[in-house]
Structures are given as C-alpha cells and as structure tokens.
C-alpha cells in the first residue's frame, strides 16, 4: 500500500525558512519519481522541483528552495529558504512512474507566508 506522510507546514514571515518532509512507503526511488507541486489561493496547482531525471525547480523558486531525499528514510523534503508572501500554498508530493502508469498523491501540507 503506498502511503505519503506529509509535514513541515505552517507559518512563516517573509524572509523566513520551512522545511517539508514526505515520508513514503510502497514506493522506492528507482521506480517513482517525487515530484513536489503547490496550489496556491484561486490558481491552477504547479510543480516545484523534482529529482529526476535531473534536480529541477520552478523559475519561481529556484535559488530559494532545495530538493532533496534520502533513502534510507524514504523521505523526500522540500528546504523552502526567503519565503515569500506568494510562496503561501498547499504543498503536494506527488509520485509517478511512467513504466508502471501510476500516480499517488499526499494529502498537502498547507504553508502560509505573512507577516
């Protein structure tokens, strides 16, 4: 049974840092690739980073969050650093694998970026 346990969300102030953890089971690296996305308030969701086939994060983000995991935990995070107010999301992972056609998502762990 695949299962996604997301964490690290809450409130920060500009300029502040946030962590998110996504601690999978039933899945393994070398099949899925973990993907995080975020919807922000009243706009279409859209991804952030991703790990492969190459370390990728949105034009938005890119120099302020990093992705990363580790393996021996089956965790994947998301290091959200400078926040900024249009930072403030739900945040997905997400993963899928295009040899084996399937998708899972997290639940969302819900950010808010304000002062």
């Known amino acids: 049974q695949v299962r996604f346990v997301e964490s690290g969300g809450g409130l920060a102030q500009p300029g502040g840092s946030l962590r998110l953890s996504c601690a999978t089971s039933?899945?393994?690296?070398?099949?899925?690739?973990v993907i995080w996305f975020r919807e922000p308030p009243r706009k279409r969701r859209e991804l952030v980073a991703t790990?492969?086939?190459?370390?990728f994060t949105s034009e938005s983000v890119n120099g302020r969050f990093t992705i990363s995991r580790d393996s021996a935990k089956n965790t994947v995070y998301l290091e959200m650093n400078n926040l900024k107010p249009e930072d403030t999301a739900v945040y997905y992972c997400?993963?899928?694998?295009?040899?084996?056609?399937?998708?899972?998502w997290g639940q969302g762990t819900r950010d808010t970026v304000s002062s």
């Open positions: 790990l492969t086939p190459g370390i």
């Open positions: 997400n993963a899928a694998s295009l040899r084996l056609g399937r998708e899972h």
């Open positions: 039933g899945i393994d690296f070398e099949t899925y690739n």
